[in-house]
């Protein structure tokens, strides 16, 4: 039995006009919603925001995939078989090839409602290829990230000029053989801190697991901003 869907709010740059789309969450799944970066209209005189559709249910599927259990290190490749959609199965060899967290300071100049201002964002590097024999074109990553509370993350839809990570769907087209590395934005609720990444299509599956070495926020200088450091003097 799935929980509860709940419905969150947008970043969104400061001033900007109403937010075009909504997300939610599904079980102990947290499934962010889009976040409204770009500063142009959405379009259309509606000025409430649009949800987009609900995710489907994501069914796991016999094959030769990798099997579900399997502990993997950051970098190692595996093949994930789901069906995104009822009618579309999906094959997709995946490695998770970095995770860093970020300073909250990555998003300085977003509006942010106080849960999303709270949450610590990671930025998580992945390879993808799609070794099925079906176009998975905008179709959502299936990676989570689980934190310490047991909450697994969906990755974050970013549109508009944020680019230290653009994070989102799949490729337009990203036909069978076609090959891409992206980079993904999750922002882990309640201060709470990664324990790995997983796809886990289906409540009850045993998920696939990749671990590794987390990089942490670069620190800023401790000395004045835009004062050099000063030379030392030699002897003599």
């Not at 074109?137 to 697994?152: F, I, K, S």
């Not at 230290?164 to 999750?186: H, I, K």
Request: hydrophobic share 40%; charged share 20%; glycine share 10%.
């Amino acid at each position: 039995m799935r929980a509860h869907t709940t419905r969150g709010s947008v970043l969104v740059r400061d001033p900007a006009p109403a937010p075009c789309h909504h997300g939610g969450m599904r079980r102990t799944v947290l499934l962010p919603i889009v976040l409204a970066w770009s500063l142009t209209a959405c379009g259309g005189s509606d000025p409430e925001a649009t949800p987009s559709p609900e995710a489907p249910a994501t069914a796991a599927v016999d094959a030769d995939s990798t099997a579900p259990g399997t502990e993997l290190d950051f970098g190692d490749a595996a093949t994930l078989v789901w069906q995104p959609a009822t009618s579309l199965t999906g094959t997709l060899d995946l490695s998770v090839d970095a995770v860093a967290e970020q300073s909250p300071s990555v998003f300085d100049g977003w509006v942010r409602d106080d849960a999303t201002a709270r949450a610590r964002p990671y930025f998580v590097t992945v390879s993808l290829s799609n070794t099925g024999e079906t176009d998975l074109a905008g179709q959502e990553v299936p990676l989570y990230l689980r934190d310490a509370n047991g909450t697994l993350g969906a990755p974050w839809t970013l549109g508009g000029d944020f680019t230290a990570c653009q994070s989102g769907p799949m490729p337009t087209p990203f036909a069978p053989g076609d090959a891409a590395e992206m980079c993904l934005v999750y922002l882990v609720p309640d201060g709470a801190r990664i324990i790995d990444m997983v796809f886990e299509p289906t409540e009850g599956y045993d998920p696939i697991v990749w671990t590794g070495e987390v990089a942490k926020p670069v620190k800023a200088s401790a000395g004045k901003p835009g004062r050099p450091a000063r030379k030392k003097r030699g002897n003599g």
